[in-house]
């Protein structure tokens, strides 16, 4: 629901446009935009001023919006329904450890202080496209076990899971869906080892993964400001942020996913008590 006034590129990777929201968008407008957005996964616009059933509507060019708050939600230091408060954030992507992770984030900022922590983001098309060919050829067909989060400053293992918590095996090189382009799949945060390698040897390459993704000039670094609007690719594209600090900062969350977090998920116990839980709330 939204046409396409002009772009630009973003450094080092990511298109910024200028957005006009309406309420009866042609197909070419969905489709533009939809174009922009698969080209490296990351979208910016600025001056926006959206509802949460307006960012819904506008988010459903990039995939299917689930009707569940569990999905669309504010991260916030501020509101009383907010999430995530001021805690530090490794690089991750949300919730990797289900069957289907979410495919698209997008966060609009409502409120946010000029000293609001940033966001940052990397992309596993440059980092995979980065590395060696002898790196590229180790790390073909391999799989990595990713884990639920219990905590969000360090990595998470095995050893910190809890009876019940879940685990997903995934590729470590995943392809983007309709280019076959590929992408690292694995992160700081929930990614607990490579399967078949000793611990030793999965933390080892893990490392050398991990120094080609967050690489100082791989790092879109995301100063906001209120009524920005940025989409992002949840499986090609990770996000980190700093300690969020006393500063307002409530940001606007919605979410595309084939399956819901309590589909997948159904014996967990976050839907019950949402505020208690650090694990389920998306991160950003």
């Given at each position: 629901?939204?046409q396409v ?8 990777f990511?298109v ?13 407008d969905?489709?533009q ?5 698969m ?6 616009a600025r001056g926006l001023?959206l509802?949460m ?9 990039f ?9 669309n ?5 501020t509101r ?12 991750h992507?949300d919730v990797p450890?289900?069957p289907?992770?979410?495919?698209v984030a997008?966060?609009?900022?409502l409120?946010?202080?000029?000293d ?11 980092a995979?496209e ?17 884990v ?9 293992r ?26 690292l799949?694995?992160n700081?945060?929930?990614t607990?080892?490579?399967?078949g390698?000793s ?14 993704l967050?690489a100082?000039?791989?790092i879109y ?33 919605v979410?595309?996913t ?13 839907g ?13």
């Amino acid at each position: 629901m939204t046409q396409v006034l002009s772009t630009r590129p973003i450094e080092p990777f990511g298109v910024e446009a200028e957005l006009a929201f309406r309420a009866s968008p042609s197909d070419a407008d969905q489709t533009q935009i939809a174009r922009l957005y698969m080209r490296d996964g990351l979208l910016v616009a600025r001056g926006l001023n959206l509802t949460m059933e307006e960012q819904r509507a506008m988010c459903g060019a990039f995939g299917p919006v689930p009707d569940s708050p569990y999905e669309n939600l504010y991260v916030s230091n501020t509101r009383a329904d907010g999430f995530l408060g001021t805690k530090e954030l490794q690089w991750h992507n949300d919730v990797p450890y289900l069957p289907s992770p979410y495919l698209v984030a997008a966060l609009h900022a409502l409120d946010v202080d000029p000293d609001a922590a940033s966001t940052r983001f990397v992309s596993g098309y440059r980092a995979y496209e980065s590395l060696p060919d002898r790196l590229k050829a180790r790390v073909e067909g391999m799989k990595a076990l990713q884990v639920r989060q219990r905590v969000s400053e360090r990595a998470n293992r095995l050893g910190d899971l809890e009876a019940g918590d879940l685990c997903t095996v995934h590729p470590v090189v995943r392809a983007q869906e309709g280019t076959g382009r590929p992408y690292l799949f694995v992160n700081e945060n929930m990614t607990a080892c490579i399967i078949g390698l000793s611990a030793a040897d999965s933390d080892a390459l893990l490392e050398e993964l991990f120094a080609y993704l967050y690489a100082e000039d791989a790092i879109y670094d995301h100063a906001w400001r209120p009524g920005d609007l940025v989409v992002w690719d949840n499986l090609s594209v990770q996000h980190a942020r700093g300690q969020a600090g006393v500063g307002a900062r409530t940001l606007q969350r919605v979410t595309c996913t084939r399956f819901t977090y309590k589909e997948q998920y159904p014996a967990d116990s976050v839907g019950e008590d949402l505020h208690n839980a650090t694990l389920f709330a998306p991160a950003a």
